[in-house]
């Protein structure tokens, strides 16, 4: 979230798309009720589905699945149109006025630099004119037709409401309501906020649905101001721990990057990490990089990194692919070339894409270790339990360990909301019957290896005998060693920048934040953004004042918040060029002449006079980016893709298929059906009374929705000779699953190129293991492939039929 959970009750207009807040937020939805209540703000929920969110809705609008970048093109289209533009803000805080080389383009679909064979675009015409004083060229007054503006102008000048209403099936009127909702928010004075989560994340251009709002959002000056923002609800209570403490295999913690196998040596690495302003007077946060890197490296190996040898920059290990994200290891598993895989609070035959393929990987490996406080289908993917995990145990030679550990509520230590809020817990129950710590279990397979590379060598066993470990009892690191570890502090004395003379922290001492961190080998730290989490003060994440002055939603004094503590990111937008607050009873920065003042922690050096330093401080530019330049694989626009199985093809180019730079594995490209033989689209999605693959561990969760479904609506049902309560199969060109069907109003058949197109929504909760009736869940049918930039999975949109059936089969397992 740019903003936080407590802020969205300072909003005017709330919209939910690509998500269902009511459902699977629900005590964050609060949020959206106390808004509704006390400022009469209003709720716009776009969704495939009639949901929970809809119900208390101002106005539903349908969308056929994976269509929102033309919804959203078309959304910026006619708030252009209509001057529904806050000028100030785009021309001063957006890249608007910046010139792009003459080379970009697109058309027919695609951006300039496409390869087909590679998949892959040149990006290097996606950038910036640079001036001959080394800045980018810009045009304030956006007359140049190379400007940002005009080109995004010209980007979603084919997105009319027709076309909108031709491509994702929401009828133009309800669009056009929407609109002027929208519209209204561009003044200063009215705030809209964005609350999405996997309606937009799970598609194979799901970065770009996201682009897409947050384009809207900077257009309409909502970025950096109460009650806006753009707003993702994070899944499992430390999901937004989890990226940012580095657990994506393409990243290190604080959002470092795992070097690739190019850059041999650390100059190399940091040579394209410079991050240089490309305007003058701007901050370019990232020019400390160095710093956090090389107190990354201290945290990792102590004394073992040096100055002389790079910090041990040769440890770290270096990327031959762009990631290892779980689709490729597992397609890696299913070639039989991974032979052990420890399983660690993940299900994935539950909770990933094409069941069978899984299955096949799985049946690969010559050890499994899975690390779970539950039984799960993953552990037991080898029993036969009928319909509902048809395999031929005798066949499948794979060891399985199951490690029982604790969950959240037996654990302290700390999680991080959705708001970046990383807040301790302290332990709820003591761990049952031969459960351990998941720190336990780690430290000791940690302290195993180690002693093996220590007695055997190998290859390379510097990385693991040199890692610092530094613990009171080294089989069982703590919580609080860990999170001042986290935190960071001084190895040395560090000396103040601006007067070398005086000592900042003394060696020994917590770190007071990042600003104290150094790149000479003084300090360490674990994670740079969480630096001031746990310093000299103690745990600042325990903290629990909920003061709220003047009831802005900032509560300062609650927990803390990354980074520094700031509550609302790019805060100083939230002032004009001179520093006044755009909307004086929403104040929440403000310039005194001397420096930034208000509510929350200023998102600027707080001495940065207004007019000079711009608010987005981690972009070289200083402003946002309208035009996203080379950064996403898939263009610096967003522009209408379709999914890889769609019900129809893409109006713009039909020789596009799906997104034309995602990666897809030749086996699973051969996987996709065609809308010929799979005519419906399906989605996948949750419900309130589950939680994945734990509750149906659980009588009264399992009480309150007893049995897997998937709903259909009265006129699909109608065609297909479907009753509520009738059992139906369901299937795709990877698999089959049956339920029993829910006919419902909730969903409605959408007309899309003049194409009558049906959805089929499929909840996600059941399987063979646990207290609850077994059940399928969609991952028998889901394609194999993910987003083009970060590898989500696309589950949100994929084609199927269906037909009435039988009840499935149970298996000899009970
Ligand atoms: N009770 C409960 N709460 C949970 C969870 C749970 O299992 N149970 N899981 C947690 C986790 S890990 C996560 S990640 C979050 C997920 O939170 P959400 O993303 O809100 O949950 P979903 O139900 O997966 O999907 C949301 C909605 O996206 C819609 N949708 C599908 N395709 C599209 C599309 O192309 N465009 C648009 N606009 N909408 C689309 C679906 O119809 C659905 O209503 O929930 C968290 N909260
Ligand atoms: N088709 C389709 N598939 C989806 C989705 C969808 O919308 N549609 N959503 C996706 C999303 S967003 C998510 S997050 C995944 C969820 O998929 P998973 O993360 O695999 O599901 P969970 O059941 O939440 O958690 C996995 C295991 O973690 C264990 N666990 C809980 N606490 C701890 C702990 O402290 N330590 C250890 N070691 N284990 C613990 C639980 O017992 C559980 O067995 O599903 C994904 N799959
Ligand atoms: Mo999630």
Same mark, same amino acid.
């Given at each position: 979230?740019?903003?936080?959970?407590?802020?969205?009750?300072?909003?005017?207009?709330?919209?939910?798309?690509?998500?269902?807040?009511?459902?699977?937020?629900?005590?964050?939805?609060?949020?959206?009720?106390?808004?509704?209540?006390?400022?009469?703000?209003?709720?716009?929920?776009?969704?495939?589905?009639?949901?929970?969110?809809?119900?208390?809705?101002?106005?539903?609008?349908?969308?056929?699945?994976?269509?929102?970048?033309?919804?959203?093109?078309?959304?910026?289209?006619?708030?252009?149109?209509?001057?529904?533009?806050?000028?100030?803000?785009?021309?001063?805080?957006?890249?608007?006025?910046?010139?792009?080389?003459?080379?970009?383009?697109?058309?027919?679909?695609?951006?300039?630099?496409?390869?087909?064979?590679?998949?892959?675009?040149?990006?290097?015409?996606?950038?910036?004119?640079?001036?001959?004083?080394?800045?980018?060229?810009?045009?304030?007054?956006?007359?140049?037709?190379?400007?940002?503006?005009?080109?995004?102008?010209?980007?979603?000048?084919?997105?009319?409401?027709?076309?909108?209403?031709?491509?994702?099936?929401?009828?133009?009127?309800?669009?056009?309501?929407?609109?002027?909702?929208?519209?209204?928010?561009?003044?200063?004075?009215?705030?809209?906020?964005?609350?999405?989560?996997?309606?937009?994340?799970?598609?194979?251009?799901?970065?770009?649905?996201?682009?897409?709002?947050?384009?809207?959002?900077?257009?309409?000056?909502?970025?950096?101001?109460?009650?806006?923002?753009?707003?993702?609800?994070?899944?499992?209570?430390?999901?937004?721990?989890?990226?940012?403490?580095?657990?994506?295999?393409?990243?290190?913690?604080?959002?470092?990057?795992?070097?690739?196998?190019?850059?041999?040596?650390?100059?190399?690495?940091?040579?394209?990490?410079?991050?240089?302003?490309?305007?003058?007077?701007?901050?370019?946060?990232?020019?400390?990089?160095?710093?956090?890197?090389?107190?990354?490296?201290?945290?990792?190996?102590?004394?073992?990194?040096?100055?002389?040898?790079?910090?041990?920059?040769?440890?770290?290990?270096?990327?031959?692919?762009?990631?290892?994200?779980?689709?490729?290891?597992?397609?890696?598993?299913?070639?039989?070339?991974?032979?052990?895989?420890?399983?660690?609070?993940?299900?994935?035959?539950?909770?990933?894409?094409?069941?069978?393929?899984?299955?096949?990987?799985?049946?690969?490996?010559?050890?499994?270790?899975?690390?779970?406080?539950?039984?799960?289908?993953?552990?037991?993917?080898?029993?036969?339990?009928?319909?509902?995990?048809?395999?031929?145990?005798?066949?499948?030679?794979?060891?399985?360990? =199951? $490690?029982?550990?604790?969950?959240?509520?037996? /654990?302290? #230590? *700390?999680? @991080? &909301?959705?708001?970046?809020?990383?807040?301790?817990?302290?332990?709820?129950?003591?761990?049952?019957?031969?459960?351990?710590?998941?720190?336990?279990?780690?430290?000791?397979?940690?302290?195993?290896?180690?002693?093996?590379?220590?007695?055997?060598?190998?290859?390379?066993?510097?990385?693991?005998?040199?890692?610092?470990?530094?613990?009171?009892?080294?089989?069982?690191?703590?919580?609080?060693?860990?999170?001042?570890?986290?935190?960071?502090?001084?190895?040395?004395?560090?000396?103040?920048?601006?007067?070398?003379?005086?000592?900042?922290?003394?060696?020994?001492? =917590? $770190?007071?934040?990042?600003?104290?961190?150094? /790149?000479? #080998? *003084?300090? @360490? &730290?674990?994670?740079?953004?969480?630096?001031?989490?746990?310093?000299?003060?103690?745990?600042?994440?325990?903290?629990?004042?909920?003061?709220?002055?003047?009831?802005?939603?900032?509560?300062?004094?609650?927990?803390?918040?990354?980074?520094?503590?700031?509550?609302?990111?790019?805060?100083?937008?939230?002032?004009?060029?001179?520093?006044?607050?755009?909307?004086?009873?929403?104040?929440?920065?403000?310039?005194?002449?001397?420096?930034?003042?208000?509510?929350?922690?200023?998102?600027?050096?707080?001495?940065?006079?207004?007019?000079?330093?711009?608010?987005?401080?981690?972009?070289?530019?200083?402003?946002?980016?309208?035009?996203?330049?080379?950064?996403?694989?898939?263009?610096?626009?967003?522009?209408?893709?379709?999914?890889?199985?769609?019900?129809?093809?893409?109006?713009?180019?039909?020789?596009?298929?799906?997104?034309?730079?995602?990666?897809?594995?030749?086996?699973?490209?051969?996987?996709?059906?065609?809308?010929?033989?799979?005519?419906?689209?399906?989605?996948?999605?949750?419900?309130?009374?589950?939680?994945?693959?734990?509750?149906?561990?659980?009588?009264?969760?399992?009480?309150?929705?007893?049995?897997?479904?998937?709903?259909?609506?009265?006129?699909?049902?109608?065609?297909?000779?479907?009753?509520?309560?009738?059992?139906?199969?369901?299937?795709?060109?990877?698999?089959?699953?049956?339920?029993?069907?829910?006919?419902?109003?909730?969903?409605?058949?959408?007309?899309?190129?003049?194409?009558?197109?049906?959805?089929?929504?499929?909840?996600?909760?059941?399987?063979?293991?646990?207290?609850?009736?077994?059940?399928?869940?969609?991952?028998?049918?889901?394609?194999?492939?993910?987003?083009?930039?970060?590898?989500?999975?696309?589950?949100?949109?994929?084609?199927?039929?269906?037909?009435?059936?039988?009840?499935?089969?149970?298996?000899?397992?009970?």
């Amino acid at each position: 979230m740019t903003n936080s959970w407590t802020d969205i009750k300072n909003t005017d207009l709330v919209i939910v798309m690509g998500g269902n807040a009511a459902e699977a937020h629900p005590c964050g939805f609060k949020w959206v009720t106390e808004a509704k209540a006390h400022r009469g703000a209003r709720l716009i929920v776009v969704d495939p589905r009639f949901t929970r969110t809809a119900s208390v809705a101002d106005v539903y609008a349908p969308i056929r699945p994976g269509s929102d970048i033309a919804f959203l093109m078309g959304m910026i289209r006619w708030c252009i149109e209509n001057d529904k533009v806050q000028w100030e803000y785009v021309k001063n805080f957006t890249n608007a006025a910046l010139l792009v080389k003459d080379e970009y383009g697109w058309e027919d679909g695609l951006f300039v630099g496409y390869d087909a064979e590679k998949r892959d675009y040149d990006r290097s015409s996606w950038d910036y004119q640079i001036g001959e004083d080394g800045f980018a060229r810009t045009d304030p007054t956006l007359q140049d037709p190379r400007c940002v503006w005009n080109l995004l102008k010209q980007h979603v000048s084919i997105y009319t409401p027709e076309m909108v209403e031709r491509i994702c099936g929401t009828p133009k009127d309800k669009f056009l309501k929407i609109a002027e909702m929208i519209g209204e928010c561009s003044t200063p004075t009215k705030t809209m906020t964005s609350m999405y989560a996997l309606g937009w994340t799970q598609h194979s251009k799901g970065s770009q649905n996201i682009r897409g709002m947050a384009m809207l959002q900077l257009i309409l000056g909502n970025i950096g101001v109460r009650g806006g923002g753009m707003n993702a609800l994070r899944g499992h209570s430390n999901i937004q721990g989890l990226t940012d403490i580095g657990l994506m295999s393409n990243l290190l913690p604080g959002y470092l990057n795992v070097p690739t196998e190019k850059e041999t040596d650390f100059e190399t690495y940091m040579s394209t990490r410079a991050f240089k302003p490309l305007q003058p007077n701007q901050t370019s946060y990232w020019q400390n990089y160095r710093k956090f890197m090389v107190s990354f490296m201290k945290s990792m190996w102590g004394d073992h990194a040096t100055a002389e040898n790079d910090w041990a920059y040769h440890y770290l290990t270096k990327l031959d692919v762009p990631n290892y994200d779980i689709l490729r290891m597992f397609e890696l598993m299913n070639s039989g070339k991974v032979n052990v895989y420890f399983c660690q609070g993940f299900n994935p035959l539950l909770a990933f894409p094409n069941r069978g393929k899984l299955t096949s990987a799985l049946s690969k490996l010559k050890l499994l270790v899975t690390i779970d406080p539950l039984e799960t289908e993953t552990a037991r993917f080898w029993e036969n339990h009928g319909d509902f995990n048809n395999v031929d145990s005798a066949a499948i030679q794979t060891e399985v360990l =199951q $490690l029982p550990s604790t969950c959240f509520a037996e /654990d302290e #230590g *700390s999680l @991080t &909301s959705s708001g970046r809020w990383i807040q301790w817990h302290w332990a709820g129950g003591t761990p049952p019957g031969e459960a351990k710590h998941d720190t336990w279990i780690m430290a000791q397979i940690f302290l195993r290896i180690r002693e093996l590379y220590r007695t055997e060598g190998g290859v390379f066993p510097d990385p693991i005998v040199n890692l610092s470990w530094e613990y009171a009892d080294e089989g069982e690191p703590s919580p609080e060693e860990l999170a001042k570890e986290i935190n960071g502090r001084a190895l040395t004395p560090v000396m103040d920048a601006t007067d070398p003379t005086k000592t900042l922290v003394e060696a020994g001492q =917590q $770190l007071l934040n990042f600003s104290q961190i150094r /790149d000479d #080998g *003084s300090t @360490t &730290s674990g994670c740079w953004i969480y630096s001031g989490c746990w310093n000299e003060k103690g745990n600042n994440m325990a903290l629990r004042d909920n003061n709220d002055p003047d009831s802005t939603g900032a509560y300062l004094g609650w927990s803390f918040a990354w980074p520094l503590n700031r509550r609302i990111l790019y805060n100083r937008a939230s002032a004009d060029m001179a520093g006044k607050p755009w909307d004086p009873s929403r104040k929440l920065m403000e310039w005194n002449g001397e420096k930034w003042t208000g509510y929350d922690v200023p998102d600027i050096a707080p001495t940065s006079a207004p007019g000079t330093v711009m608010p987005f401080i981690m972009n070289a530019e200083g402003v946002s980016r309208l035009f996203s330049r080379g950064m996403l694989r898939d263009g610096p626009f967003p522009t209408h893709m379709e999914p890889f199985e769609t019900p129809v093809p893409n109006v713009i180019n039909p020789k596009i298929v799906g997104n034309p730079v995602a990666r897809v594995f030749a086996d699973d490209a051969a996987q996709f059906g065609t809308s010929e033989q799979f005519p419906h689209v399906a989605t996948s999605y949750r419900l309130t009374e589950h939680f994945h693959y734990w509750t149906k561990n659980n009588a009264v969760n399992s009480v309150l929705q007893p049995q897997f479904f998937v709903e259909v609506s009265e006129q699909l049902g109608e065609e297909k000779g479907i009753k509520g309560g009738d059992w139906v199969r369901v299937w795709s060109n990877r698999g089959s699953v049956k339920a029993k069907a829910v006919v419902t109003k909730r969903l409605k058949p959408l007309t899309c190129d003049g194409k009558t197109v049906h959805v089929v929504g499929i909840p996600l909760h059941w399987g063979f293991i646990g207290a609850a009736r077994k059940g399928f869940g969609p991952n028998s049918l889901t394609p194999f492939v993910g987003d083009a930039n970060v590898e989500t999975p696309e589950f949100k949109a994929f084609l199927v039929n269906i037909e009435k059936s039988t009840a499935p089969k149970e298996g000899p397992v009970a």
